[in-house]
């Protein structure tokens, strides 16, 4: 059974910079493409990035392009999140989530595995 552990979730201010560690034990993460996602208070959970099982294409929703980078170290079976130019309304828990495919999805229900999340607040 694949689990995953996220970390480096914190309070930091608008502009600022978190990296976002998602850990894989149990089985090897290079055979999943890995997703991230957010929900915040009230919302739906929103898919934020994808990167597919070998690391070659990477996908981001509109709201984060540009700012917040996915990458992934199957040696190390970990995927990362580099958030860059914070803005308050990224607060959420981040989830990083795996699906048995080589390719990336922005559906939830296409995920079969699922972290517990990390906080991220971005506040002055």
């Known amino acids: 059974q694949l689990q995953l552990v996220e970390s480096g979730g914190g309070l930091v201010q608008p502009g600022g910079s978190l990296r976002l560690s998602c850990v894989a034990s149990?089985?090897?993460?290079?055979?999943?493409?890995v997703g991230w996602f957010r929900q915040a208070p009230g919302k739906e959970r929103e898919w934020v990035s994808c990167i597919r099982r070998t690391g070659g294409n990477t996908n981001y929703a509109d709201s984060v392009k540009a700012r917040f980078t996915i990458s992934r170290d199957n040696a190390k079976n970990t995927v990362y999140l580099q958030m860059n130019s914070l803005k308050p309304e990224d607060t959420a828990v981040y989830y990083c989530?795996?699906?048995?495919?080589?390719?990336?999805?922005?559906?939830?229900?296409?995920?079969?595995?699922w972290g517990q999340g990390t906080q991220v607040t971005v506040s002055s």
């Open positions: 149990g089985r090897t993460l290079d055979s999943y493409a």
């Open positions: 989530a795996a699906r048995s495919s080589s390719f990336c999805s922005g559906d939830v229900s296409a995920y079969n595995y």
